[in-house]
Structures are given as structure tokens and as C-alpha cells.
């Protein structure tokens, strides 16, 4: 597989960085996975569930906006120490405050590890395998996802202790391997950078409103049908099964094609209809899950198709990675925040998915205007 990616000189680095994402994927899979019965647990509410994940996205921008330069390992290890500190700040949760704290903690990982780990794969892929290699990076944390949220879930039933023991060995793990990546410096001009993305941040921006769903939603309000850690991780895993195989058969089709449009207007229609869907399946279990995995069999096809398109259209990964996540953590934000007036006025939130399925709807119309617009320029 990787000496049809990549050229002999580049296959080194690039299968040490995915076996470095494979890692830290582990770690974040595992670590991560089980925390919504916990914070039910700890005696959180929905609600302030729904807001500690807002407040995770205000960390990530809160990060992009002060720094101005930072070096690959640093960021890298900095991400892991943000991660574990986290993990310290949320173990026994006393307050409201100490959640949102934790949660702002954790926003810092986002950006410090996945622009640094986004610019180091995109710049070790030909352009012509840009689909193929997107799909590979895409389906690495679903794979690992089959077997670490069974893991967490059955360590968690036991103990949640023993959760946070291997979250610290994960930790020194990953913390560790970064030693053997290669390193670059990173520089977040993002007011340059704004400008540069033009043709696409609109888009970018709605991909991050509707992400509200997978990331903040779906996690919380399952809690109303699972409540248990193992059965929690059964979930994830469930989750995770329904994206694998689809995302890397489809990214190898799409570098063949050359047309990543092709699969994009289809799988965005198919999320926004599946989005007006949900208010009918939030009181029965059953299609709650067929719902749920439907979303989670798109979502990888969408990020990997998505990505591979703004690559294409953005070239200079060092200069579009940064404010790409920058753009997507302020859509996911407000998508949060109307998530959380809804969980906050309705018993049983609706109006949320009737918004975040029309903003998906958007997204189709606005890339078909934008690619009218730039062949007729």
C-alpha cells in the first residue's frame, strides 16, 4: 500500500508518522471514549455537557489566535501534555467550573496535534494520491476505534481508576514517539491565510456548524438510551464499524477519478436528510442506532472527500491547515451554542436538527456556486 502511495524516499517518514497516528489515536480512543458516563456520573447534565464541548472549541481558538509560530514536536508534545492534564482536571469533578476549565484544556490538543500532523501527511503525499491518502488518515482512528472504547468501557465497569492509569501510560507513549518524527516549523498567519482561503472558508465554516452533531449531540444525548461505561464503548465501537472499509475503497476511487465533487454533492444530501431525520428516532433506541451509524458511515466519507478537495484547492499546506481549523472550531462553536439553547428550552431537543440539517444543505449550494463561479473566472 505505501509504495503505491508515496516514492522510496518519502515511505520511511510517511509510515512513521501513520504509525505515530495510530498511537495517539489509541490514546485518544481509549482515554476518551467512556468520559460522557463519567461526567453523568459526576452529576453533569446534558446541557452542561453540550456546553463543556463549546467551551473545548473556545480553547482550540483561544490557542490559534495567540500563537504565532511553534515548531512540529513541540506542538506535538505540548497537545499530549494538554491531553493528560485534562484527563487530571476531570478524574473528580467538583464544580461546573472545573469541567468547562478542563474542557478549555482540552480545546489546546486540537489544534497543537492535527495542524502539525495534517501539514506533515499532506506534505509527504503526491498530489495525485491525495484521496487515497486522506482516506488512510481518515480511517485510522475508526479502526482503532473498534477495539479501544470495548476497552475503556470494560475497564470503566470495573473501575474508572484503571482508565486513567493507561490514559498516563498512553501519555508517555505518545509523548516519547515524537522524538522520532520529523520536525518543521509551523506558522499560523491566519489573518494572510484568511484571505488566501477565500473560495472556501464559507464552506469550511458550515462543515464546522454541522459538526456540532457528530461531536457534541449524538455523544451527549446517547446517554438518554446508554448509560453504562461498557455499553457506552459498545456504542463507539458500533461507530466506528460502520465507516472502515467504505473510506478507503471510495479515496482510492476518487484519485482515479480526479472529481472529488463527484462523491461530495451525493454524501451531503445523504447527511442533510439523515440530520431532518432525527427528531423522529430520539425516543426509540433501535433507530436511534441505525440513525447514529448511518451519520458515522457518512461522516469519514465527507472528511476524507472534504479535505482531499480543500488540499486540492490550497496547495500550501503550511499556510491553509492552520486557518482551516481555525474556521472549523468557530462553525463548530456556533453550532454548539444554538446545540445548547435547544437542550436548555426543549425537554427533548428537535429544533437543532431541522438547523444543522439546513446549514448541511447549504453546504452542496454554496460548492456548487463557488465552482461555477471560479470557471467562469
Same mark, same amino acid.
Given at each position: ?35 460522557? !458516563?463519567? /461526567? +453523568? ?18 480553547? +482550540?481558538? =483561544? ?21 493528560? =492534564?485534562?484527563?487530571?482536571?476531570? $478524574? ?6 472545573? &469541567? ?15 495542524? %502539525? ?7 509527504? #503525499?503526491?498530489?495525485?494520491? #491525495?484521496?487515497?491518502?486522506? %482516506? ?19 475497564? %470503566? ?20 514517539? #515524537? ?34 452533531? !457528530? ?19 459498545? &456504542? ?5 464499524? $460502520? ?58 466519507? &465527507? ?6 478537495? /480543500? ?9 491553509? $491547515? ?42 452542496? +449550494? ?11 473566472s
Amino acid at each position: 500500500m505505501f509504495k503505491s502511495l508515496i516514492s522510496n524516499s518519502r515511505r520511511q517518514l510517511f509510515l512513521n508518522l501513520v504509525i505515530f497516528n495510530v498511537v495517539v489515536s489509541l490514546s485518544d480512543s481509549f482515554s476518551y471514549s467512556v468520559l460522557k !458516563p463519567h /461526567f +453523568a456520573s459526576e452529576g453533569l447534565s446534558t446541557e452542561q455537557m453540550i456546553l463543556g464541548t463549546l467551551y473545548t472549541f473556545v480553547g +482550540a481558538c =483561544l490557542l490559534m489566535l495567540f500563537v504565532n509560530k511553534i515548531s512540529a514536536r513541540l506542538s506535538w508534545r505540548l497537545s499530549f501534555i494538554a491531553s493528560f =492534564l485534562t484527563i487530571l482536571l476531570i $478524574m473528580r469533578i467538583v464544580s461546573p467550573a472545573q &469541567f468547562y476549565l478542563a474542557s478549555v484544556v482540552s480545546g489546546l490538543y486540537i489544534p497543537l496535534f492535527h495542524i %502539525a500532523y495534517n501539514i506533515a501527511h499532506y506534505r509527504l #503525499t503526491p498530489a495525485h494520491r #491525495t484521496g487515497y491518502s486522506s %482516506a488512510i488518515m481518515f480511517s485510522i482512528f475508526p479502526v482503532v476505534g473498534l477495539v479501544a472504547p470495548l476497552a475503556a468501557g470494560w475497564l %470503566a465497569e470495573i473501575n474508572y481508576l484503571y482508565v486513567w492509569i493507561f490514559s498516563g501510560i498512553f501519555f508517555l507513549i505518545t509523548f516519547l514517539l #515524537t522524538k522520532f518524527q520529523t520536525d518543521f516549523p509551523i506558522k499560523y498567519d491566519l489573518s494572510a491565510s484568511f484571505q488566501a482561503i477565500k473560495s472556501t472558508r464559507l464552506i469550511v465554516f458550515l462543515q464546522g456548524i454541522w459538526e456540532s452533531l !457528530p461531536f457534541g449531540i449524538i455523544p451527549v444525548f446517547s446517554l438518554h438510551f446508554i448509560k453504562s461505561p461498557l455499553y457506552y464503548g459498545t &456504542f463507539i465501537a458500533y461507530l466506528s464499524l $460502520m465507516s472502515v472499509i467504505a473510506n478507503l475503497v471510495l479515496g482510492h476511487l476518487s484519485d482515479k477519478l480526479q472529481r472529488r465533487l463527484a462523491f461530495l454533492y451525493p454524501i451531503t444530501l445523504l447527511m442533510a436528510v439523515t440530520t431532518f431525520l432525527f427528531p423522529l428516532v430520539t425516543a426509540n433506541l433501535v433507530f436511534w442506532l441505525i440513525l447514529t451509524g448511518v451519520v458515522q458511515f457518512l461522516c469519514p466519507l &465527507f472528511w476524507n472527500f472534504s479535505a482531499a478537495w /480543500f488540499v486540492d484547492q490550497h496547495p500550501d499546506h503550511n499556510r491553509s $491547515m492552520p486557518i482551516r481549523e481555525l474556521v472549523l472550531a468557530i462553525g463548530r462553536i456556533v453550532g454548539l451554542f444554538f446545540a445548547w439553547i435547544s437542550f436548555r428550552l426543549e425537554i427533548i431537543p428537535t429544533n437543532i436538527f431541522y438547523l444543522l440539517g439546513a446549514v448541511m444543505l447549504l453546504y452542496p +449550494a454554496v460548492l456548487f456556486y463557488n465552482t461555477k463561479h471560479a470557471t467562469r473566472s
